[in-house]
């Protein structure tokens, strides 16, 4: 019963932007405002306060490193299946961007939050996200677009803009200042912040959301759902039944990371690019409504 408390919050604060914009009391153009408060202010203060309070294992990155794999190997299926079914350039392009990172942090945290109450899980919830995710796709998203513009890559120029990045920024120095004792008054503030970075985030994309592009793109969209909810995790569980690894509570926290429904950033990003807007709406969309019914499946087989 428990999978089914984060998932009724998040459906509620996503209904709750979709709804804002249906009644006219916000526009959809609004959506950007509140996503930059959470990634630039919001989410740094979350990032830094559970990254020093972090009891950090040289483990964690093998299940992310393992995490990020599986999620790459089941964008590249689905770039496949796109190729077969003799999709555009464009729209397989976007097919692997879309299939290839998922929603992390804004999705991941409260599902896992949901599941266990440990801080900890919450501190590595944000690893996966920074390690498997949102840094991947800054390296490998300029690639991806080149094949789409043929313009040129700047690889300096991708090292600076995430070095630069509030949130890198965070979590650089959540473990440099883990080597000196930071009174926990200090963290009032910035825990308030970094609680408000999920809500934020989650109305805003509830916001953006709309259903109405995927009469043009629901073959697209359903290989990009099956890819990102469904072969990621599988592919996952797969690796760790090869090499023998015994499941633990990271471990799980990892396949489930896998399992999220397509990244916000991704979408914005083949919307930004001209790449297949229709298909990145449709996938945002109906991938968060289809989380609702593979995630209790999979934390059901992954903690029976």
């Known amino acids: 019963m428990f999978i089914f408390i984060p998932l009724f919050t998040i459906f509620t604060l996503l209904f709750g932007g979709y709804l804002a914009k249906r009644i006219g009391i916000l526009k959809q153009k609004q959506a950007r405002m509140f996503l930059d408060f959470a990634i630039i202010f919001a989410l740094p203060c979350l990032i830094f306060d559970r990254v020093y309070h972090i009891d950090f294992d040289f483990s964690l990155l093998l299940f992310i490193f393992i995490g990020f794999c599986s999620s790459i190997i089941s964008g590249c299926i689905a770039v496949i299946l796109g190729y077969f079914l003799k999709f555009s350039k464009i729209t397989i392009l976007s097919i692997f961007l879309l299939s290839s990172f998922g929603n992390t942090l804004f999705i991941g945290l409260p599902i896992i939050s949901g599941i266990y109450t440990d801080t900890q899980y919450i501190g590595e919830v944000i690893l996966y996200d920074s390690f498997a995710t949102n840094i991947p796709i800054a390296f490998i998203a300029p690639f991806v ?4 513009n043929n313009e040129k890559i700047y690889f300096l120029s991708i090292v600076k803009k995430i070095l630069l990045s509030p949130p890198f920024m965070a979590l650089v120095l959540g473990f440099v200042l883990k080597l000196i004792e930071i009174p926990e008054f200090i963290f009032r503030p910035i825990t308030m912040f970094g609680n408000s970075a999920t809500v934020v985030a989650l109305f805003a994309i509830g916001l953006s959301l709309g259903f109405g592009a995927i009469k043009s793109s629901y073959k697209a969209a ?9 072969i990621s995790p ?10 023998d690894i015994q499941y633990s509570p990271s471990l799980i926290v990892a396949v489930l990371e896998s399992a999220m429904p397509t990244m916000t950033l991704a979408c914005a990003i083949v919307i930004k690019s001209k790449l297949d807007s229709n298909l990145a709406v449709s996938s945002l969309a109906f991938g968060i409504v289809c989380t609702g019914i593979t995630m209790p499946v999979l934390v059901y087989f992954l903690l029976n």
Do not use: E
């Not at 677009?145 to 789409?148: D, M, N, Q, W």
């Not at 359903?222 to 469904?230: E, F, G, H, R």
């Open 145 to 148: 677009l080149s094949f789409a």
């Open 222 to 230: 359903t290989i990009v759902i099956l890819s990102k909810n469904i």
């Open 234 to 243: 599988l592919l996952f569980m797969l690796i760790i039944f090869l090499f």
